[in-house]
């Protein structure tokens, strides 16, 4: 078994800056108990205090180990790259809108505080703490110790959770949604990873398309005339028709899983139809190819045969003068014999 560290990330969706021009100075924001010092100016726009702010963070990225980034919002974002946790606190006197730091509603985001009297040495600041990964070839079972739902047990805040976990082989029946799930990849581009994937359900008796009605299919037919309540087995209930009940029952179960099956032809179409619009595509680009091929080979023929034109017409002129000449010659001689 491996663990892998997932880094704790926080983002805020809001920077504003404030008008008032007795803030315009150094503050401090403190990341991990590092102080990272953040001019204000009353005159600055957003995006260029965001951007001030990511250099001076990311200067000091070795000791805090925190990695800031403006994100689409045009907040902040702060990434422990290595799987640290992060705390995040200012001076109560400003506000988390002014370091990108707070959500839509002006509020600081997870992790992010405001401390009074904050310094470095503050300790009521708030800790957003990462996760942890464990990942294996087998399944392996994760539980808490003796204390480890104790008052002061982190268990839970770590990202871990009590069951039975990975392994390579139970991919297809836990991981998968719907699980039982047959995965197909078609490669779709010249380049790693451009390929388009459909997951094909369980259709059988065991699978969670079909299963509620045809779990029981190999089990023996009941008795003729059982009553509805004999016809329950482990709780799940067969799929016959001995009364009104039991058909009412059967033709819900038929409703539910209609609408799965529904989803799924859905889902499928949806994957149809990108494949479509792939080979459309390459036909496209086979046809465009072949017809710029064909161009350039015709006009390199076109060129040759030319060429061959040209060398064919010197030729015979030159067969004619070297034949006129001759002809000059026997004209002369035939004179001065005369």
């Known amino acids: 078994m491996t663990a892998v560290a997932n880094p704790a990330v926080t983002s805020g969706t809001l920077a504003v800056i404030d008008s008032d021009t007795n803030k315009d100075g150094w503050h401090s924001l403190y990341i991990n108990g590092i102080d990272v010092p953040i001019q204000f100016t009353a005159s600055q726009k957003p995006s260029e205090r965001m951007q001030e702010m990511k250099i001076a963070i990311n ?21 422990t790259l290595d799987g640290r946790n992060l705390s995040v606190w200012f001076d109560d006197g400003l506000k988390a809108s002014e370091f990108g730091l707070a959500d839509s509603a002006g509020q600081s985001v997870a992790g992010v505080k405001a401390v009074a009297s904050a310094s470095a040495q503050s300790t009521d600041a708030d800790t957003l703490y990462a996760t942890v990964s464990l990942q294996s070839a087998k399944p392996i079972k994760v539980e808490p110790g003796v204390n480890g739902y104790g008052a002061e047990s982190n268990f839970e805040k770590l990202g871990f959770q009590t ?6 082989v139970d991919d297809a029946v836990t991981k998968m949604s719907p699980p039982r799930t047959g995965r197909l990849n078609f490669q779709v581009g010249s ?4 390929y388009i994937t459909i997951d094909l359900a369980d259709f059988g008796k065991g ?12 089990m023996d037919a009941p008795a003729a005339g059982a009553a509805l309540g004999a016809a329950n087995v482990d709780g799940q209930q067969r799929s016959f028709i001995s009364s009104k009940e039991s058909a009412t029952s ?18 499928m179409g949806a994957v149809m139809n990108r494949l479509d619009h792939v080979i459309n595509n390459l036909t496209n680009v086979s046809m465009n190819m072949s017809a710029s091929r064909s ?8 060129a040759a045969s030319t060429e061959l034109a040209k060398t064919q017409i010197m030729q015979q002129a030159a067969t004619a003068v070297l034949a006129q000449a001759n002809t000059s010659q026997q004209s002369v001689m035939k004179l001065l014999g005369g």
Do not use: C
């Not at 069951?163 to 390579?168: A, L, S």
């Not at 380049?191 to 451009?194: E, G, K, L, P, S």
């Not at 033709?251 to 032809?265: F, G, I, P, Q, Y």
């Open 163 to 168: 069951g039975t976990f990975g392994g390579v």
């Open 207 to 218: 699978g969670p398309i079909t299963g509620d009605l045809t779990w029981d299919v190999d």
């Open 295 to 302: 161009q350039i080979e015709d006009a390199d023929y076109a």
């Open 59 to 79: 200067a000091k990225l070795g000791a805090h180990g925190v990695e800031a980034s403006e994100n689409i919002n045009g907040g902040m974002t702060l990434k």
């Open 191 to 194: 380049n790693v990873h451009q």
């Open 250 to 267: 059967v033709l819900a179960r038929l409703d539910v899983v209609m609408e799965k099956v529904n989803a799924t032809r859905a889902t």
